[in-house]
């Protein structure tokens, strides 16, 4: 019977791919490795990996391991927690991406923490691809995400629907438009978030979808940088009404709207089906519905 060392080692081969590269992310030799996933190939007489120079390949009855694996540490670690906690407040670690973060989630915490005194509330704040890293490995126990999850492990259920909006700044000649078209936007320069964002990936798939050729100029996950890199007419930027709202009352920038393209979206409720979903995700959630 596989241990729990062992089907952690195990994992973490499944996920990088490289023994070399496990051992290095679990503190321990690389022969270790070796060994731990030869030995599980004899307890269970199957091949986990093909071996190549570059990366191993898990096998179909590796991938049969990995998700019991993953199951049986979740619920190992979730014990652990619940135990750990059993005689104090109830912990719920909650991930946000960054615009969630930016509008919604002091709001949310604070109203949370108020209806219930006995919860501990800790949360993280990052793009999507990273919260999603972080659930994977229950580094959280749910989240509210703007982009798309792209792992079957995790429940995803759309809850709010939001708006992104295109924004110039008052010199540039979008500014004196109603609206522009999404030809107007080709060839046009962009100050846009990071990679990993559910927000550029959103905007980016638009404009491959209408085959709309753009210049990236900035790069970067500040709001805040963003809007001031458009106030000083270094280029358009595409963020969520909610981050914008207060720039464009105030007249220090615009909004474009850009006729017939949909860019409404949904914040999406996640967690990991393979574990445990307790009262104060419970009541996280119900709390974001009643929004």
């Known amino acids: 019977m596989a241990t729990l060392r062992q089907l952690k080692a195990f994992i973490a081969v499944a996920e990088y791919r490289k023994m070399s590269e496990a051992a290095n992310r679990l ?20 091949r986990l990996f093909e071996r190549s120079p570059k990366e191993l390949k898990i096998t179909q ?59 501990d509330v800790r949360v993280f704040v ?9 659930m994977i490995h229950n580094e959280l126990d749910i989240a509210l995400v703007e982009g798309i999850i792209v792992r079957q492990e995790i429940m995803t259920d759309p809850v709010l629907e939001d708006n992104l909006c295109i924004i110039c700044g008052k010199k540039h000649p979008f500014a004196a438009k109603s609206s522009i078209s999404i030809e107007d936007l080709r060839h046009q320069d962009f100050i846009l978030r990071e990679k990993g964002s559910g927000t550029r990936a959103i905007f980016e798939n638009i404009m491959l979808t209408h085959h709309i050729p753009f210049t990236t100029k900035w790069e970067c996950s500040s709001r805040s940088a963003i809007v001031d890199a458009v106030r000083h007419n270094l280029g358009l930027g595409i963020l969520s009404w909610r981050c914008i709202e207060e720039y464009v009352e105030k007249g220090e920038i615009f909004s474009c709207p850009v006729e017939n393209v949909s860019m409404k979206r949904f914040f999406y409720l996640c967690h990991h089906q393979c574990r445990p979903f307790t009262s104060q995700m419970q009541d996280f959630a119900d709390m974001v519905r009643e929004m």
Do not use: C, F, W
């Open 126 to 134: 990052d793009n999507t691809k990273i919260i999603e890293h972080r």
């Open 27 to 46: 503190y321990i030799s690389q022969p270790t490795i070796s060994q731990i996933v030869s030995d599980l190939e004899n307890e269970y007489q199957t």
């Open 61 to 119: 009855s590796g991938l049969l391991l990995l998700n019991s694996a993953r199951e049986i540490v979740a619920i190992y670690e979730n014990l652990e927690q619940s135990m750990k906690y059993v005689n104090s407040l109830r912990i719920l670690r909650i991930g946000a991406t960054l615009t969630i973060g930016n509008t919604m989630m002091g709001t949310l915490v604070e109203n949370l923490t108020q209806k219930y005194p006995d919860m």
